[in-house]
């Protein structure tokens, strides 16, 4: 006896797309069977799925939820925490989201993370996770808490190489440091992610633009620019080398040279991942001149044009494996109050909208097969954090994590429609596919527009980043 079957869909799997049902029992995938051969009455419920698309739960690795922030007036904001992006999350196809958190100066490893819980138990939704932050200097216990933390289920580091802005609130880690971190990492099977800019770049070029009186927000790519992004993956990807098993997640890729520096740690056969964001694949510096600009921005910076093809191009090269939101809710007036290049905030409004926004623009527009663009929205994510087959996959013995998607849907995006906020970037943007169906874990928790989840569903996961990912399979 099934719980659940899903029957007459294309099924995404890791064998590629099948005309298959599929049954749930509990929580996991019971089995995939031919079309028709699983009774109806084998089951406590059954969902037609016919000419629908079966996918496994988008898996978004950077997200920032119920984050502090000042406002350029000083005024302290905490932006929308699971509770209400997990909502959104689901709505539009995502069950996993992978957040940060914070160690700072003073505490260990383990009070970070349970600081950081009490954020998200008892209110999250979706399943999730998080990358511990670095975010001041390491204490000096901090090589044998990093070990531990990573032997404990908590394998990814976050590592900023800038502090992004002048005022920004001393983010950058050191070299010296990083090495360090580095060693910690190859030796106990963690893997670094990192946020690199070069900072006396970016540093020198807030300077000049105030100097110049130029410091309006429109300048940003200026300042975050791709000469900045070369250095400062090169030399990221230098140190890697030099620690041999040292494994690198590159966040928010946006610039042709920070493919081109990917691609040639790849080709050395070093562990180094690509991840860009849905909005510098499809949004340009041009985009700032749009009104309300700010809303397309965050950080390192929007590029050119072609930039923009060279993140696409790494979508299909072994470059670029995930597409992700970098996640932050707020309201557009929050978004928008910032409006100069030293005070406008990072972050975006889009868990909701990815996966049918990477529909359109894979599937419908770029001929991607639905395997490619499930493996970037989903399945590559879970390779790399340590998730899979877990997560990501439609297969026997995973989390019955499944989105059904229909592909008849036409329409434009509209923030109206969303559960996130009062705006979206990606307003009238054209719709070929959606969401209509989210399980997690066996659980019905979006169906038809109407949400039946709540903020006991989710669960903090546990991860170990596997051994073909440590030595840099191909994707
Ligand atoms: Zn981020």
């Not at 946020?195 to 940003?220: G, P, Q, T, W």
Request: hydrophobic fraction near 40%; charged fraction near 20%.
């Amino acid at each position: 006896m099934f719980d659940l079957i899903i029957r007459g869909g294309d099924v995404v799997t890791p064998q590629g797309v099948v005309a298959c049902d599929i049954a749930v029992a509990g929580e996991t995938i019971a089995a995939l069977t031919a079309p028709g051969t699983l009774e109806a009455g084998s089951a406590g419920r059954v969902i037609d799925a016919t000419r629908q698309i079966v996918m496994p739960g988008g898996i978004d690795p950077h997200v920032h939820m119920h984050h502090p922030w000042t406002m350029p007036d000083g005024t302290p904001l905490i932006t929308k925490g699971p509770e209400y992006v997990g909502i959104a999350a689901l709505f539009g196809g995502t069950t996993t989201l992978i957040d940060f958190a914070y160690w700072r100066e003073g505490a260990t490893a383990q009070q970070a993370l349970e600081s950081r819980d009490k954020d998200f138990a008892g209110k999250s939704p979706c399943d999730w996770a998080y990358h511990i932050m670095l975010h001041t200097d390491p204490p000096p216990e901090f090589s044998s808490q990093l070990a531990e933390a990573i032997q404990a289920g908590y394998p990814t580091l976050k590592i900023f190489t800038t502090n992004i802005r002048p005022a920004g609130s001393g983010r950058m880690i050191d070299f010296g440091d990083i090495w360090e971190a580095f060693q910690v990492l190859a030796k106990h099977g963690g893997l670094g992610v990192i946020h690199a800019e070069d900072n006396d770049i970016v540093m020198h070029m807030y300077a000049k633009l105030i100097r110049e009186n130029r410091v309006s927000f429109h300048n940003l790519a200026e300042v975050h620019n791709q000469l900045s992004e070369d250095l400062s993956f090169r030399r990221i990807l230098r140190l890697a080398e030099s620690v041999p098993g040292t494994a690198l997640y590159m966040m928010h890729v946006s610039a042709r040279t920070g493919v081109e520096a990917i691609a040639e740690a790849r080709r050395k056969g070093l562990p180094i991942y690509g991840e860009t964001l849905h909005q510098y694949l499809m949004y340009s510096a041009e985009d700032y001149k749009r009104p309300n600009g700010q809303i397309y921005h965050t950080y390192p910076s929007l590029k050119s044009p072609d930039d923009q093809k060279a993140l696409w191009d790494g979508t299909v090269s072994d470059v670029i494996h995930c597409v992700a939101t970098d996640e932050l809710c707020c309201s557009l007036k929050d978004k928008t109050a910032g409006k100069r290049i030293d005070d406008t905030t990072g972050g975006n409004s889009g868990v909701e909208p990815r996966v049918g926004v990477m529909y359109t623009e894979m599937v419908t527009r770029r001929g991607y097969s639905l395997s490619r663009f499930v493996d970037l929205v989903s399945t590559n994510a879970a390779r790399i954090m340590g998730l899979y087959p877990k997560k990501g996959a439609i297969a026997v013995g995973s989390d019955a994590d499944i989105v059904i998607l229909d592909p008849t849907r036409r329409g434009k995006v509209r923030a109206a429609d969303l559960h996130e906020t009062d705006y979206t970037p990606w307003e009238g943007h054209d719709i070929f596919a959606w969401p209509v169906v989210t399980l997690l874990r066996g659980k019905v928790m979006v169906e038809n527009g109407q949400y039946f989840g709540s903020p006991n569903d989710g669960r903090y996961l546990k991860r170990k980043i596997p051994a073909d990912v440590l030595n840099g399979a191909r994707l």
